[in-house]
């Protein structure tokens, strides 16, 4: 499965070094505000500007966050709220690239992978947790971006996300596996469905 993983991450990555060359850092933002308007107008998203007060959204509702992510609260949870530095986080979730060049789905949750794990507020720092089904997957999945969400939700939450490069993969992870997809602007990605299962760190 690992190999597997291992060589469908390096294809992605020489398929989209080879189709960004030549491109200015202007032109792929514009490429991707193009792909996330066309997304939200595809799926008649309504986008607000400030988190409803209730903490109630509608199907089709997502609030833009100061970062610039897109998020939609399906379930907030139990009240339980993750620590910086203390909760470890259990995550599955469907991932989607939405651009032109880099259409993809992934989906992690059947019961055949294993959730992925990071602790909460140190993601760069070492701990985005390996696991033997769903590492190869992780840093296109875990990213500043879907962390940001539990600041608003906490434990068994259910969110939607539309996440920016400028908030996905990053070169910063300590593994080094993440670098190709942020180096070479391969987000936007549009999370279908993010749960989030909190466990002892």
């Not at 190999?3 to 200015?24: D, E, F, P, Q, Y």
């Not at 609260?73 to 339980?80: E, F, H, I, L, T």
């Not at 590492?135 to 969400?149: D, I, K, Q, R």
């Amino acid at each position: 499965m690992k190999a597997r993983i291992g060589v469908l991450m390096i294809i992605l990555g020489l398929i989209a070094g080879s189709c960004n060359k030549g491109k200015t850092f202007s032109q792929y933002k514009k490429e991707e505000r193009e792909a996330i308007n066309n997304l939200i107008a595809k799926e008649n998203f309504e986008i607000i500007n400030q988190y409803p007060t209730s903490g109630v959204f509608g199907e089709k509702q997502f609030v833009l966050l100061d970062n610039g992510c897109y998020l939609n609260v399906v379930d907030s949870g139990n009240g339980n709220r993750a620590v910086a530095g203390q909760t470890k986080v259990l995550m599955r979730g469907i991932l989607k690239g939405i651009a032109d060049t880099d259409t993809f789905t992934i989906n992690l949750f059947p019961n055949g992978y294993e959730p992925l794990e990071f602790v909460y507020g140190l993601m760069y720092e070492a701990k985005v947790i390996a696991n033997s089904d769903s590492y190869g997957f992780g840093f296109m999945f875990l990213s500043p971006g879907v962390e940001s969400a539990l600041e608003y939700v906490g434990e068994n939450a259910t969110v939607r996300m539309i996440i920016p490069f400028d908030n996905g993969q990053s070169n910063k992870y300590p593994y080094g596996i993440g670098s190709a997809y942020q180096d070479n602007y391969r987000v936007p990605v549009y999370y279908d469905r993010i749960r989030f299962v909190f466990d002892e760190y």
